[in-house]
C-alpha cells in the first residue's frame, strides 16, 4: 500500500554539526509534504512545508529538498542546538476528500554536547 | 494563547469506563482534526470536521468513539466503555481550509489517555 517511510529511527550528531533527515514516500501523486517536530509530551509543531512544484524550500536553519523522480524529501538543520533534540515527523497531505496528513514513523534526533 | 488547547492533558481511567476530552481549534480555523498515537508511532488519522458536519471517519474510529462539534468551534471526542487498546495519545489539529486551499494543520499538545 501507498505510505510515508523514513530511514532511520534515531540520528545522533554533535552540537553545532548540520543534521539530514530521510523520507520516503510511495504516492507519485502526492502534492504537498510538512515536516514535524514532537518534543516528549507535546504536539506535533510545523516546522517547514514544501509543495511537489518545488525542489528546496529554506527557513531559519532548517532546508527540505524533494526529489520528485526518486519520491525522497529530506530536512536539513544547520547549527544544531540542544534545544533541536526531538522526534522528526515526515507527513502528507493528501488533498482528496479529508486532506488528511499521513505521517510517518519519526526520526529520534538527539543532540551530543 | 492562540494555538489549538486540548483538556486534559492527561486522562487515567479503568477498562470499561467512558472518558471524553475536549479540543479548541485556533479562532475561525473552519476544519478540525482528531488524529491518535500510541508510542513510538506517526499520528494517525481518526475524523475531522468541517465547521459543525462530520465529514469523514477512519476505519480505527470504532462505533465505541463518538465525536462531535455542535457549533462549529470546539469539538468534543468521547470513547465509551474504555479498552486497554485505547491507551494513546488522542491530538486535535485545525485549518483554516478554503476551496483550492492546501495548507497545513496546527496541533494541540494533546491529551494522554491511559487505560488500567
Known amino acids: 500500500g501507498e505510505s510515508v517511510g523514513l530511514h532511520l529511527p534515531t540520528l545522533s550528531v554533535q552540537e553545532g554539526d548540520n543534521s539530514i533527515i530521510n523520507c520516503a514516500y510511495s504516492?507519485?501523486?502526492?502534492?504537498?509534504f510538512i515536516w514535524y517536530k514532537q518534543e516528549p509530551g507535546k504536539g506535533p509543531q510545523f516546522i517547514i512545508d514544501?509543495?511537489?512544484?518545488?525542489d528546496k524550500r529554506q527557513g531559519q536553519r532548517v532546508t527540505v529538498l524533494l526529489n520528485k523522480t526518486v519520491k525522497h524529501l529530506s530536512l536539513q538543520i544547520a547549527a544544531t542546538q540542544p534545544g533541536d533534540s526531538a522526534v522528526y515527523f515526515c507527513?502528507?497531505?493528501?488533498?482528496?476528500?479529508?486532506?488528511?496528513?499521513?505521517f510517518g514513523q519519526g526520526t529520534r534526533l538527539t543532540i551530543n554536547p | 494563547d492562540t494555538g489549538v488547547s486540548q483538556n486534559p492533558r492527561h486522562k487515567i481511567t479503568k477498562r470499561g469506563q467512558n472518558v471524553t476530552f475536549r479540543c479548541d481549534p485556533i479562532?475561525?480555523?473552519?476544519?478540525l482534526y482528531w488524529y491518535r498515537q500510541t508510542l513510538g508511532q506517526g499520528p494517525e488519522f481518526l475524523t475531522y470536521?468541517?465547521?459543525?458536519?462530520?465529514?469523514?471517519k477512519s476505519r480505527l474510529l470504532s462505533d465505541r468513539f463518538s465525536a462531535e462539534r455542535p457549533k462549529g468551534s470546539f469539538s468534543t471526542l468521547e470513547i465509551q466503555r474504555t479498552e486497554q487498546g485505547d491507551s494513546a495519545m488522542y491530538l486535535c489539529?485545525?485549518?483554516?481550509?478554503?476551496?483550492?486551499?492546501?495548507?497545513?494543520?496546527?496541533f494541540g499538545p494533546g491529551t494522554r489517555l491511559t487505560v488500567l
Open positions: 489539529a485545525s485549518t483554516p481550509w478554503r476551496q483550492g486551499f492546501t495548507g497545513t494543520q496546527y
Open positions: 479562532s475561525e480555523h473552519n476544519r
Open positions: 514544501i509543495r511537489s512544484n518545488m
Open positions: 504516492n507519485s501523486a502526492s502534492d504537498y
Open positions: 470536521f468541517q465547521n459543525e458536519a462530520q465529514l469523514e
Open positions: 507527513a502528507e497531505l493528501r488533498e482528496e476528500g479529508a486532506q488528511k496528513l499521513v
